[in-house]
């Protein structure tokens, strides 16, 4: 009922139902009633529902439910009682309208200072002085105010997405938006204050020049043409602004995350936190499962201990007695859920499929191979007949059935870890089947030339016993201690769970690009390092540590039994291997990683987990792995990056997009910041010497535009190589901007500044062309300033290929094939260029050029090319006056970001960006959400998912990583009460007593929960079968 009432769902009647009467449709019940019941919750609602029906059983009769079966599949009824009580699910929001979102944009302080002055210049160009026509009409600032209000609704649409985003807890702000962030600011402060200084030196210089040194009188009719003088000048500033502030960072982020996981998707990374894409790129340590991860999940029993014989691989089945055959086949059969099966293979020639849990599918297939069915067995046998069935779980490490026999008596089938169960066998079957007396001394050896050589060969044992009881001595069966015991062993199984092939080279490769790869799992210590050794995690002659779940928390912890940072910090740099773990054993270590500040940089951390109890640990980690096949549904949800192959070297490939995200981040900066830099100096120095700038707003906006969206469009799309593999991760402190890019940026900012500045005072002189330079206010575009402009932009496109490489390499086209987009873009924008320049006339300030003109434009746009071999040939190391840019945030700044997990974050740079009020900035901490074709293919993939075998299932015998030993569990404190089935055990009302005893039927409940409970009060009244409130939600 608390759930229930969590989950915020409302019921939404017709009106008219509304005014009915109190018990209308023949309903013993309101809407108005139910509706606050439902807003009650744990003790209270019981409590309302004891006071005003009676029981639950009298609020099901008045609703003509019933509490066990629910509503009757009846058509008319269901829709009767949808028009009393309305539909059952929570109304869409409307979304706001295109011209709402162009509205909340047009608020931004920047393009209200460009309406503004489009305003007043349109209306002043509307004003002839004496003498002169007024045919001219000053578009500039018109364009510039069409132009980019659409831009900036796009990040009014990306806030409407973002607040749609579901109800996922916060993390720490992701490291590259927050080094974006910073730096952005900085450049718009910069670009702020060199747009003041423009407009003051260009008001000052014409006040100067006009009224002292030509000593002219200030006349009323020449008011508007001096008005005319500083709203140009006004509108120089702005475009300088325009230019400087990095509005295209954002968009930047977004294409290049939202590229990258959509071809994540391709392998097999469905990533559901776009953030998680660009951690994984810095990535240090990757806490990994072993079972379908590392290894195939296709489990088979290779090796045997059967009546005193150990055999290496499967025994004829003319070698066993008949009595351990039948023995066998029953305890395997029985004891194992009847969901798991072997199905033939669908293609000829392929393997037997496995279905369901894949410890008992090897079980299952060692019967097969033993020339036995089980299916007979399950069919003389249904599951409707157990007695008694005990589930497995981490604490008893085993699984029993009991059923009973013929004479009335009890057989209980038992299997488990081999040296956990062996320790309750005191009996053996030998060569005859018969019993013989199996003392500790007998264990001690069994465990020594059977078990340990087993996990040495990477297998994991099992063991399976029985034990009869005659119907005289019928046991207390609550007392599971005291039935599961006194065992007789049948046999002690090895079952194989191959490497994946392609494993071992993963993991070269992120001990390579110095990633940590640790085991975490539940299997023997000997068997772990076994996988471990053939997946290549541990080398000989290394100095590592292995682990048992056991010896780790005996090492972290102090006198008291509590985790010491210190302790753990000793711990965990050589730790490579943590077997029989518990997930709150994996929680500590991931914890304690993060926690730790013993290296020079925070370690970033992956983890991987697919049961419910990894969803602490999925959460802790700054990128969560969920197993998109064998999951649950609760890890899926705790995860950021779901692996729908389970497989190892998928993280891999992840790691290598997280790299290219940032990679591809640094190139756009790169190129974008080159142009940053020209553009301004050229408009500043050219306006203050020439009263004009030589590039025009409208044309400073097509270049925004082209270093902007083009760029981030192009520049965000290049494909991963395995180069990014063969480099140490860049850490949280890397900055943004390197040396060897600011040594790119300044070079490339010489050579076109070179250029421009001699193209603007001996240009003219050079084509034999008009001087374009003092031109009259509303005088015809002039081809001086055009080939200025056309120039300008074609050493940007081919500076746009210099900008894909940024550590130095000299081949600048290696793979520009491989990436149609970037080609597609900058040959777009060479075609627009030219009908921009021929055709774009006086709004685009452009006067046609001929093909020598071109020519000379192209000439110069390749000497980029040229150039950027001379800048690669000097050496950064030399350039001690080059300084790195885009540092992250310091260390003051992370205190604050590091909060607890679903506490809000105040994020300092959103506050700095408040006081500036740039609507475009505010994409950068809004990136999860702004591409809704994630969310998308989110929801797709998740339908086509296959979904893993029921986790309720009686019969559930769980694999690693939850077959675990965890003797310190009553020592450990669950992690914010998560731990849901040991709470569900200790506060469950008892079952029921059925005349079976079997408690199959506990199963058969329908549990209605919310995403994100955590309160152990909600946990009792929502999740225990048994309660009446479970029984209200059900028949509901």
Known sequence: MGDVA???????????????????????????????LMELRGAEALQKVQETYGDVGGLCRRLKTSPTEGLADNTNDLEKRRQIYGQNFIPPKQPKTFLQLVWEALQDVTLIILEVAAIVSLGLSFYAPPGEESDAKKQDGAVAMEMQPLKSAEGGEMEERERKKANVPKKEKSVLQGKLTKLAVQIGKAGLVMSAITVIILVLYFVIETFVVDGRAWLAECTPVYVQYFVKFFIIGVTVLVVAVPEGLPLAVTISLAYSVKKMMRDNNLVRHLDACETMGNATAICSDKTGTLTTNRMTVVQSYLGDTHYKEVPAPSALTPKILDLLVHAISINSAYTTKILPPEKEGALPRQVGNKTECALLGFVLDLKQDFQPVREQIPEDKLYKVYTFNSVRKSM????????????????????????????????????????????DDMVKKII????????????IAYRDFSAAQEPDWDNEN??????????????????????????????????????????????????????????PGEDFLCLEGKEFNRRIRNEKGEIEQERLDKVWPKLRVLARSSPTDKHTLVKGIIDSSTGEQRQVVAVTGDGTNDGPALKKADVGFAMGIA????????????????????????????????????????????????????????ACITQDSPL???????????????????????????????????????????????????????????????????????????????????????????????????????????????????????????????????????????????????????????????????????????????????????????KEAGHGPGKDEMTDEELAEGEE????????????QILWFRGLNRIQTQIRVVKAFRSSLYEGLEKPESKTSI????????????????????????DVDENEERLRAPPPPSPNQNNNAIDSGVYLTTRGTKSATSSVFSSGPASPLHSVETSL
């Open 6 to 36: 969590n989950s915020s769902i409302e019921f939404h009647p017709k009106p008219q139902q509304q005014r009915e009467a109190p018990h209308a449709g023949g309903f013993g019940c309101t809407l108005a009633e139910l509706r606050s």
């Open 400 to 443: 029993s059935t009991v059923i009973r026999m013929p004479d009335s008596g009890f057989r209980l089938f038992s299997k488990g870890a081999s040296e956990i169960l062996l320790k309750k066998c005191t009996n053996i079957l030998n060569s005859n089947g018969e019993l013989r007396s199996f003392r500790p001394r007998d264990r």
């Open 452 to 463: 340990e050589p087993m996990a040495c060969d990477g297998l994991r044992t099992i063991c």
């Open 482 to 539: 005291e039935v599961v015991g006194d065992l007789t062993c049948i046999a002690v199984v090895g079952i194989e769970d191959p490497v994946r092939p392609e494993v071992p080279e993963a993991i070269r490769k992120c001990q390579r690009a110095g990633i940590t790869v640790r085991m975490v799992t539940g299997d023997n210590i000997n068997t772990a390092r076994a996988i471990a050794a053939k997946c290549g995690i541990i080398q």
């Open 631 to 686: 999951g649950t549904d609760v890890a899926k949800e705790a995860s950021d990056i779901i692996l729908t192959d389970d497989n190892f070297t998928s993280i891999v490939k992840a790691v290598m997009w997280g790299r290219n995200v940032y990679d591809s981040i640094s190139k756009f900066l790169q190129f974008q910041l080159t142009v940053n830099v020209v553009a301004v100096i050229v408009a500043f120095t050219g």
């Open 696 to 882: 025009k707003a409208v044309q400073m906006l097509w270049v925004n535009l082209i270093m902007d969206t083009f760029a981030s469009l192009a520049l965000a799309t290049e494909p991963p190589t395995e180069s990014l593999l063969l480099r140490k991760p860049y850490g949280r402190d890397k900055p943004l901007i390197s040396r060897t890019m600011m040594k790119n940026i300044l070079g490339h900012a010489v050579y076109q500044l070179t250029i421009i500045f001699t193209l603007l005072f001996v240009g003219e002189l050079f084509f034999d062309i008009d001087s374009g330079r003092n031109a009259p206010l509303h005088s015809p575009p002039s081809e001086h300033y055009t080939i200025i402009f056309n120039t300008f932009v074609m050493m940007q496109l081919f500076n746009e290929i210099n900008a894909r490489k940024i550590h130095g390499e000299r081949n600048v086209f290696h793979g520009i094939f491989g990436n149609p987009i970037f080609c597609t873009i900058v040959l777009g924008t060479f075609a627009i260029q030219i009908v921009i320049v021929q055709f774009g006339g006086k709004p685009f300030s452009c006067s046609p050029l001929s093909t020598e003109q071109w020519l000379w434009c192209l000439f110069v746009g390749v000497g980029e090319l040229v150039w950027g071999q001379v800048i690669a040939t000097i050496p950064t190391s030399q350039l001690k006056c080059l």
């Open 905 to 916: 974050e105040i994020d300092h740079a959103e506050r700095e960006l408040r006081r500036g």
């Open 955 to 978: 019969h559930n015998f769980m694999a690693t990583p939850e077959f675990l030993i965890n003797d310190y569990t009553h020592n450990i404190p669950l992690i914010d009460d998560t």
